[in-house]
């Protein structure tokens, strides 16, 4: 099972990735705050786990990687959006969706968000 902070780094390279096409140590390290032997630390254990790949300097997805990233952006935008569409401001709504998006389990995750879809906004 993958730990909170492995998810967000996995979310962190998904994004990172579509913003710029390719994602480095050091891109990583500047969006998630941490220091780079951190980052290198932490994406030797994330592919040791099969979920990322170097090639070169670029850290790409695996399919299981993606798969487990996606599904924590997806939480992610889900929990942030429900809260700014409840009047919490965007930052503190971003800041607040990063923890939630990891303390359901996807059983209670997909029945929350089946019941709050037409309300949110949410699919």
């Given amino acids: 099972m993958l730990h909170e902070s492995g998810e967000d780094y996995l979310e962190a390279i998904l ?7 390719s994602c480095r140590n050091v891109d990583i390290a500047e969006r998630l705050g941490r220091s780079k032997p951190s980052v290198t630390k932490a994406l030797s254990n994330l592919a040791a786990a099969g979920l990322v790949r170097m090639s070169g300097h670029d850290v790409l997805l695996t399919e299981e990687g993606e798969c487990a990233a996606s599904a924590t952006l997806e939480r992610h935008r889900f929990f942030e959006r429900l809260l700014v569409e409840s009047g919490v401001d965007a930052k503190t709504a ?8 990891h303390c359901l389990s ?15 906004g949410a699919a």
């Fill in 15 to 21: 994004v990172i990735r579509r913003l710029r096409g």
């Fill in 106 to 120: 996807e059983d209670s995750f997909r029945k929350l968000a089946d019941r709050l879809a037409p309300e949110t």
């Fill in 94 to 101: 971003s800041a607040e969706a990063c923890r939630m998006e």
